[in-house]
Antibody
Framework: QVQLQESGPGLVKPSQTLSLTCTVS??????????WSWIRQHPGKGLEWVGF???????YYNPSLKSRVTISVDTSNNQFSLNLNSVTAADTAVYYC????????????WGQGTLVTVSS | QSALTQPPSASGSPGQSVTISCTGT?????????VSWYQQHPGKAPKLMIY???KRPSGVPDRFSGSKSGNTASLTVSGLRAEDEATYYC??????????FGTGTEVTVL
């Protein structure tokens, strides 16, 4: 059974960089069948796809966040990471990592989510 | 990329059926058979219920079914049970390796 677990600071100051890591267990992040995604949910709001990465390092980002987002992968530790720079209060959200089947595309396993608050 | 449009709420009595719509455009829902649906209970992570418009993952009851017509996809929950009370989100591929979620529908079991 695949499991994903997010980790990282729960509080980030405005204008700084939000950094989260997702550790994958029960399966290899190097599989060619999956992308590895970040999805966020603003408090009391809907879901927003942030972007994903393939094990090779190819990345795909939500156009609305593309200028501020970087996703990277560490295959040796079965982890992938999210960096979101120049954060504001509008980036306060629960951040989920999820395994994403490439074709057909869907998100089949999710982490429990981690709340990141942007505040001074 | 705008979020797909879902009704804010839907309800039904135990044993009844409820259908949730998810309306997009020809660039997302109407353009691809890549609609998926997710169930989210409060404080929990979303759970995949339907993928590729009509397919159910292993373990999802056959009370859950999906369909699509034109730019609108639908999720039907038949034989409503108390545990079906949750918020449901649709998601669609939107081309150019982009994905868009729906606004979410809160289902209440009366």
């Amino acid at each position: 059974q695949v499991q994903l677990q997010e980790s990282g600071p729960g509080l980030v100051k405005p204008s700084q960089t939000l950094s989260l890591t997702c550790t994958v267990s029960g399966g290899s992040i190097s599989s060619d069948t999956y992308y590895w995604s970040w999805i966020r949910q603003h408090p009391g709001k809907g879901l927003e796809w942030v972007g994903f990465i393939y094990y090779s390092g190819s990345t795909y980002y939500n156009p609305s966040l593309k200028s501020r987002v970087t996703i990277s992968v560490d295959t040796s530790n079965n982890q992938f990471s999210l960096n979101l720079n120049s954060v504001t209060a509008a980036d306060t959200a629960v951040y989920y990592c999820a395994r994403t089947v490439t074709t057909p595309p869907y998100f089949d396993y999710w982490g429990q989510g981690t709340l990141v608050t942007v505040s001074s | 990329q705008s979020a797909l449009t879902q009704p804010p709420s839907a309800s039904g009595s135990p044993g009844q059926s409820v259908t949730i719509s998810c309306t997009g455009t020809s660039s997302d829902v109407g353009g691809y058979n890549y609609v998926s649906w997710y169930q989210q209970h409060p404080g929990k992570a979303p759970k995949l219920m339907i993928y590729e418009v009509t397919k159910r993952p292993s373990g999802v009851p056959d009370r859950f079914s999906g369909s699509k017509s034109g730019n609108t996809a639908s999720l039907t929950v038949s034989g409503l049970r108390a545990e079906d009370e949750a918020t449901y989100y649709c998601n669609s591929y939107a081309g150019n390796t982009n994905y868009v979620f729906g606004t979410g529908t809160e289902v209440t079991v009366l």
